[in-house]
């Protein structure tokens, strides 16, 4: 949290027609941290649906998954789609962004033709749109407007979900 104290680097303010922003309040040296601080959303932004070709990665850390690793745990409620590069990043995803509601929606979804068929930027949205609930879900006190995050085309993926994809 950005505090009004002297010392800050950084300072809350109104650019006019762009809104709130953090500026630097005094010279910055190269390397020098501003800012700690922890994402809210946390998603993929990769297709719903792998090609054979992609490379598969971990659904918490995000890091690639070699074919030969030995160490690649998947869920274990939605094994097809969702795999992780270690027993321990399971455990965090299963208590914060792959909670239960999270792998039923994009099992559903990676199953669903009609969304897996629309372009790229969709099926992101569709994921991007499943992480911000979920978060509604696990820590509501950390979300102030879900609904101020979601574009038109975001909630017409929600409207294709409801209609088609159960």
């Given amino acids: 949290m ?3 104290d002297s010392d800050s680097v950084l300072r809350l303010v109104e650019i006019k027609g762009r809104g709130r922003a953090l500026v630097a ?6 390397g020098q941290i501003v800012l700690r601080d922890s994402p809210i959303v946390v998603y993929s932004a990769f297709p719903l649906v792998k090609s054979q070709s992609s490379a598969s ?4 850390c995000f890091r690639t998954l070699s074919s030969s690793s030995s160490n690649v745990v998947p869920c274990p409620s939605c094994s097809h789609h969702h795999l992780f ?3 321990n990043c399971l455990t965090a995803a299963t208590a914060s962004t792959h909670s239960p509601w999270v792998c039923q929606a994009l099992s559903r979804l990676q199953d669903c033709s009609s969304l897996v068929s629309q372009p790229l930027e969709r099926q992101v949205q569709a994921r991007f749109l499943i992480a911000a609930y979920n978060v509604a879900l696990v820590s509501p006190s950390d979300v ?3 609904q101020s995050w ?3 085309d975001v909630m017409k993926i929600l409207n294709l979900f409801n209609r088609g994809c159960h």
């Avoid at 309040?25 to 190269?30: E, G, I, R, T, Y």
């Fill in 2 to 4: 950005l505090t009004a």
């Fill in 25 to 30: 309040s005094q010279p910055l040296k190269a």
């Fill in 57 to 60: 990665y971990c659904d918490n």
């Fill in 85 to 87: 590069c270690s027993p």
């Fill in 144 to 146: 102030i407007d879900v």
């Fill in 150 to 152: 979601m574009s038109t």
